[in-house]
């Protein structure tokens, strides 16, 4: 490796951080949405959201929709920070979740849970 090849860990992260994090963040709140009750419901239908909003700005140029009047601004967003305050941003959204008490299958929590440290424990790796 040369001194202007990139990391693997660097790579990795930005891997999982534009084609991994929000795919799997969005199948959890798709199946809260599916089997919650009443207000469970409402942080997952937003996560969503957020996360087809997140996949569709990083598919944009492959799919030729970057000509779109948003896509310069969801771009912009899903890049501030380095990348990483959209992914936290709705996964906190998502994590409101267990404020509720009537949220069903609860090993999804578990499952956001391990995503999120996975993700934050990469960041930081990337940084050392």
Not at 13 to 29: D, H, K, N, S, Y
Not at 39 to 52: F, N, S, V
């Amino acid at each position: 490796m040369t001194l202007f090849d990139p990391s693997p860990l660097l790579l990795s992260f930005i891997f999982i951080q534009r084609f991994v994090f929000f795919e799997v963040l969005g199948l959890l709140a798709l199946l809260r949405l599916i089997v919650g009750q009443g207000p469970a419901r409402i942080p997952a239908a937003l996560a969503l959201c957020l996360c087809l909003a997140a996949i569709l700005t990083s598919f944009a140029p492959a799919l030729n929709l970057q000509s779109s009047p948003l896509y310069p601004m969801a771009a912009r967003l899903l890049a501030s920070g380095g990348g990483t305050i959209m992914p936290l941003v709705a996964s906190a959204v998502f994590a409101t979740s267990l404020l509720i008490p009537s949220r069903r299958w609860r090993w999804i929590d578990s499952a956001h849970a391990v995503g999120v440290i996975a993700f934050l424990g990469l960041w930081v790796a990337t940084r050392l």
